[in-house]
């Protein structure tokens, strides 16, 4: 078996906790690249993205880069796609990310938007 990164090793350790703890409720998922972020609702039990939203979506393609007013943004609409969607708790899966700057701003932003986690 390959040696993995810090990074591969923390997003494991993230992971398995969160399916430790969830229950049943689906995850918010993100992911952060040096110009986009990206956040999708995945219900695990069956296998499928209830909502998603990312910096690339054609309605912000132009206007959005990669800072924390634009996580904020992407935060906003994946929580008002997930509620559309019925989906109202879920559990927060910031993969091997740290937790400040972009990824906070993302996720202070479902937040207030009307996701609880």
């Known amino acids: 078996m390959a040696k993995l990164s ?14 430790a703890r969830s229950g049943d409720r689906p995850r918010l998922s993100i992911h952060r690249s040096g110009r986009h972020i990206y956040a ?9 993205t209830v909502a998603s939203a990312s910096t690339l979506d054609k309605d912000v393609r132009g206007k959005a880069g990669s800072n924390s007013a ?9 929580a008002e796609a997930a509620t559309k969607a019925g989906v109202t708790r879920v559990v927060f899966d910031r993969g091997g990310f740290l937790f400040h700057g972009r990824v906070k ?8 938007a009307g996701l609880e986690f």
């Open 6 to 19: 810090l990074f591969e090793r923390r997003r494991r350790r993230v992971r398995t906790a969160l399916k």
């Open 40 to 48: 999708q609702v995945i219900d695990d039990a069956q296998g499928h």
């Open 70 to 78: 634009a996580a904020a943004d992407v935060g906003k609409r994946v």
């Open 105 to 112: 701003a993302l996720a202070d932003a479902a937040r207030e």
